[in-house]
């Protein structure tokens, strides 16, 4: 298994940055792919950006293209969430997760998610 711990998150005000992690721990060497989702609420979970754990593809969604960036440190075993320019529809809880099946759809670990709040 693979565990997964979030961090970073917050309140800003609109136009700032805020950078969380994600600290992967267990079966790390199993990972695929890591992403990051969010879940506004009243909102179903939405694709944030995702990056290959053993290359460097990186995807985002169009919402966030341009303004967040996904890194790791494989090293640390922890993926990154680089978030500037936050309006205040990126408020959200943030959610780390592992893909470690690549023949298979769908994330495999979830963290327990971290609160990002923006004020306008």
């Known amino acids: 298994q693979v565990q997964l711990v979030e961090s970073g998150g917050g309140l800003v005000q609109t136009g700032d940055s805020l950078r969380l992690s994600c600290a992967a721990s267990?079966?790390?060497?199993?990972?695929?792919?890591m992403g990051w989702f969010r879940q506004a609420p009243g909102k179903e979970r939405e694709f944030v950006a995702a990056?290959?754990?053993?290359?460097?593809?990186?995807y985002y969604a169009d919402s966030v293209k341009g303004r967040f960036t996904i890194s790791k440190d494989n090293a640390k075993n922890t993926v990154f969430l680089q978030m500037n320019s936050l309006k205040p529809e990126d408020a959200a809880v943030y959610y780390c997760?592992?893909?470690?099946?690549?023949?298979?759809?769908?994330?495999?670990?979830w963290g327990q998610g971290t609160q990002v709040t923006v004020s306008s």
């Open positions: 997760a592992a893909d470690v099946r690549p023949m298979v759809s769908g994330y495999d670990y």
């Open positions: 267990g079966r790390t060497f199993s990972m695929y792919v």
């Open positions: 990056i290959h754990w053993s290359g460097d593809n990186t």
